[in-house]
């Protein structure tokens, strides 16, 4: 078992930044890729970026490219989301997931644990 909590979510203005951090406890979270997915009310979850269990690749969602980055810190067992020059559109509730089968890692059924989310939202 992985049990995931993010934080840093909050009220930003447009073109303003934040950093989501994801905590991880239980196995060894090295062997797991994490993943950020987002879901705005009444919109499916969508994926944003996600980064291997030894940070040498990342996946990064087109709506994002160039303005979100995400790495890691295993000694912390943490995974961080910076978010820049951000808009309304990025309004939404963000989690973190990991999961251990490379796959498609766009796709959230590909991960096996999941955090509670966190609210940002992007003040026009």
């Known amino acids: 078992q992985v049990q995931l909590v993010e934080s840093g979510g909050g009220l930003v203005q447009a073109g303003g930044s934040l950093r989501l951090s994801c905590s991880a406890a239980?196995?060894?979270?090295?062997?797991?890729?994490v993943g950020w997915f987002r879901q705005a009310p009444g919109k499916e979850r969508d994926f944003v970026l996600a980064?291997?269990?030894?940070?040498?690749?990342?996946y990064v969602g087109g709506s994002v490219k160039g303005r979100f980055t995400i790495s890691r810190d295993n000694a912390k067992n943490t995974v961080y989301l910076q978010m820049n020059s951000l808009k309304p559109e990025d309004t939404a509730v963000y989690y973190c997931?990991?999961?251990?089968?490379?796959?498609?890692?766009?796709?959230?059924?590909?991960?096996?644990?999941w955090g509670q989310g966190t609210q940002v939202t992007v003040s026009s």
């Open positions: 997931a990991a999961g251990s089968v490379y796959s498609d890692l766009s796709r959230a059924h590909n991960y096996d644990y």
């Open positions: 980064i291997s269990g030894d940070s040498r690749s990342t």
């Open positions: 239980g196995r060894t979270f090295s062997n797991y890729f």
